[in-house]
């Protein structure tokens, strides 16, 4: 087997494993508890704050997008993988400094499999797989998201019908 497939099994697996169980990681950081302690003012609401926007935007825009420009079969798979080294990467040791420890090393291991891919249909498999797991991860982050805390913070609607409201003042 190819270092590629193996990281192909090795994300389907990790995903299957917390498909019904909260990730420990999540976990901990759902809790405040963050192993490099980061957070300013000794909270951990923005570390959770980022871990939500970075695993969304892994998911939702780079590892989608690396989707949508390899399936059109004319891309460069070596520009491809300086993309992964340099954004992947780097979100993976993002996820580190949020709390989230396992989620980066899998998404260090995605990049190890991405750099592997001898074509583009290798390439594809594995980045399929890997926003497979990127996916259920941003669900498990929702899940710990205090999303009721958004109620301190209600929006002033007056004037959006007549446009007064979008008036810079």
């Not at 980022?50 to 690396?66: N, P, Y």
């Not at 249909?121 to 998201?145: K, P, Q």
């Amino acid at each position: 087997m190819s270092l590629v497939h193996d990281v192909i099994a090795e994300l389907d697996g990790e995903r299957e494993r917390i498909w019904l169980t909260l990730p420990e990681d999540v976990q901990s950081l759902g809790k405040g508890v963050l192993p490099r302690g980061t957070g300013p003012k000794a909270q951990y609401f923005t570390s959770l704050l980022f871990a939500e926007g970075e695993a969304r935007t892994l998911s939702d825009e780079i590892l989608w997008g690396l989707l949508e420009i390899a399936r059109k079969g004319d891309a460069d798979l070596e520009t491809l993988k300086m993309f992964v080294t340099q954004i992947v990467d780097y979100k993976a040791d993002f996820f580190d400094f949020v709390g989230l420890p396992v989620a980066c090393r899998w998404t260090h291991r995605y990049a190890e499999g991405a750099r592997a891919a001898a074509d583009l249909d290798e390439f594809i498999a594995v980045t399929g797989a890997a926003l497979s797991y990127a996916n259920r991860l941003h669900m498990w982050i929702d899940f710990v998201f205090p999303w009721g805390l958004a109620n301190a913070f209600p929006r002033d609607d007056s004037g959006l019908e007549t446009g007064e409201g979008l008036k810079a003042s």
